[in-house]
């Protein structure tokens, strides 16, 4: 094969990784709020400052880990989830598609268990 192929081959895989996104799975107890960062630990969602709770991860709207020091912004759309001590314990930044979807429904689980 030659290395023009190879080279086109390569460049449509990568091309063609965009068009295979998935949703992300929410968690049923998701909550949705605007994120503003705040000195670590403390995140502020929906006007009320919040506990990011030890081990809390954030993924951004590609869904890679985002380190809470490198989050930067105001008014950012988040789903959000709440440990039992209710700290912030999971963070999704949303992408303009996801703010557009309804969150799940958390009686669905229950229901369906």
Known sequence: MSMSRIVIACTLAVASLGAHARERPFPPMT????????????VIINAKERVLAPGARIWNQQNLIEMPAALRGNGIPVNY???FNGEIDRIWILTEDE???????????????
């Not at 703010?99 to 229901?111: A, E, H, V």
Request: cysteine-free.
């Open 31 to 42: 909550m949705r709020g605007v994120m503003t960062p705040a000195y670590h630990p403390h």
């Open 99 to 113: 703010t557009r979807q309804k969150l799940p429904d958390p009686m669905s689980r229950i229901r369906n268990d």
């Open 81 to 83: 989830t709440e440990d």
